[in-house]
Structure formats: C-alpha cells, structure tokens
C-alpha cells in the first residue's frame, strides 16, 4: 500500500470532523429548542446537544467529530443531517465523507426550481417531462398530458415510468414501439442502479418489479446497459394519428441523474398535429 493510499481514510476522517464542527456551529441554541444565554467557548450548539437531538451517544459522536476510525451507518448519518439541517449538496457531501452511498431524500420528487416548470412549460406544444434516474416523473407539462399520457390523473406516487410501463393496468402506451422503448428503459434502469446499489427506495423499486411483472424480471436479467436514447420515436395518438418525436434530452444537474426530457417534432406533419392537440390550432 502506497502512502498516499494509507492517508486517504486519515484525510477523509479529519474532512468529515471539520464539516461537522462547521455546521454544528452555524446553528443557535434557540433554532433547535434550547434555551439561549449561558456561557459558550464556542459558537453554535454544544457535541452533546448534537448527539442529544440525533439520538446517538455523547462519546460516539465526540470520536466522529474528533476524527476517530469508527463505525458509521446510513440511519445515523440521517439523523444527524436532519439535526444539523444540511441542505442536499451538504447532505450528500456529509454521506461522502462518511464513505457511505447517497441516500434517498425524502420529498426528492418535489425538489425542483420552478424555473425547471416553467421552461418544460415553454417548450409547449412540445410534449416534456422530467425524470431522475429511477424513471420518477418529477415534472411534466400540459402538452404532455394531452399528447402522451394525463399525468394529472396519475397519483403521485405512481408517477415512475417503469411502475405505469410493466405494472399498471391505467397506462395506455401511445408508442408504437413498445417492446423495444420497455427493453431500452430497463437497460437504462440497470445502468443508473450501478450508483445506488445498496439503497433502500432502489432495493425496494427492483423487488416490486421483480415481483409484480414477469416482462420486467426477463429484461432485468439480460443484464443490458444502455443510454437514454435520441432515436425518433412513433406515437399513435387516438384524435390525430401517427406522430414522430424527437426526444431532445438536457441534463439538469452536473451528476446526470436528472434529465428534462422535450419530445420535438421529427416532421412538419407532426409539428401540426402537436399544435392542433395543444393549442386547438
């Protein structure tokens, strides 16, 4: 083992303990339920104040923030982001120095700026939505609930392409292709699963596949990888007929696990028919 590889978990130690102290800092007494006043050597709350809200012990959360080479879990690295009221860049920082994968945040399919709505909106007559990398609906504009699919009647929690593709007995398919857009989106599934093996809401996606349809477990366990793809793609859409779309993907955030997905139209008679269904022109 080289020395730099016998530093690396040191480093790590010494970057989560100094992250620690810095947000444990920022936060008053008063924000979090304690009494103000009193004598402080330093700003913020106390190392047993911490551990008291997160529910861990006093000594073991003195060792993490001392840098010391202990045993961390996903549950108490939870607890603690709550307590310290990280954002999500700080909680995924927090997860990464404790050499743990990223968790799932509660409420991640609300968690857009609406600028992201409004310029899914824009790109009307358009069909678009967004999606994360578990194929979570996230977004989507009018065009598309009266081109594609009526995500308004869905219930939220529903709202996964793959759950309404192999599972639902409400999701009308309105590509023509079918079977070949099942076997791409699970190709791309098992892609993106390689970042998030070992997490709880991926776990239980899979099984719930994996039990619930039979077509899903024989595409899961070809083993395929694959891309989101920019083929044109046939719609067949019951007032209008044929459409072919473009899909025009743009990645929302530097890690590439959320995309806005903007169907454009591939020909000048489909760019009618979307303005006809959308606009009543």
């Not at 709202?159 to 791309?188: P, Y």
């Amino acid at each position: 083992m080289s020395m730099l590889q016998a530093t690396r978990p040191d480093e790590r130690r010494r970057a989560l303990a100094e992250f620690l102290r810095s947000r444990r800092e920022r936060i008053q007494p008063e924000e979090v339920g304690f009494a103000p006043g009193g004598r402080r050597r330093t700003p913020g709350l106390r190392r047993e104040e911490v551990a008291q809200l997160a529910g861990v012990g006093v000594t073991w959360y003195t060792w993490l923030e001392q840098g010391r080479d202990i045993n961390v879990s996903t549950q108490v690295v939870e607890a603690i982001s709550r307590t310290l009221r990280l954002d999500r860049l700080e909680r995924n920082h927090l997860y990464t120095l404790a050499g743990l994968a990223i968790g799932p945040v509660t409420g991640d399919c609300v968690g857009l700026p609406p600028s992201v709505q409004k310029m899914i909106d824009r790109a009307s007559p358009y069909p678009a939505l967004v999606l994360n990398a578990r194929y979570d609906v996230l977004a989507f504009n009018d065009a598309y609930c009266k081109v594609m699919l009526d995500f308004t009647q869905v219930p939220e929690d529903q709202r996964n392409i793959l759950w309404l593709s192999f599972v639902s007995k409400e999701w009308q398919c309105s590509f023509a292709d079918a079977e070949t857009m099942k076997l791409h989106m699970v190709a791309g599934y098992r892609a993106a699963s390689a970042d998030h093996l070992g997490e709880p809401s991926w776990q239980e996606m899979t099984q719930r596949l994996l039990t619930e349809s039979a077509e899903f477990a024989d595409l899961w366990n070809r083993y395929d990888v694959a891309a989101p793809s920019n083929k044109v793609k046939v719609v067949d859409n019951p007032r209008v007929g044929r459409l072919e779309v473009e899909p025009v993907n743009l990645w929302l955030n530097r890690l590439g696990r959320t995309r806005a997905t903007i169907y454009t139209a591939a020909d000048e008679e489909t760019e009618t028919k979307l303005r006809i269904l959308v606009d009543g022109a």
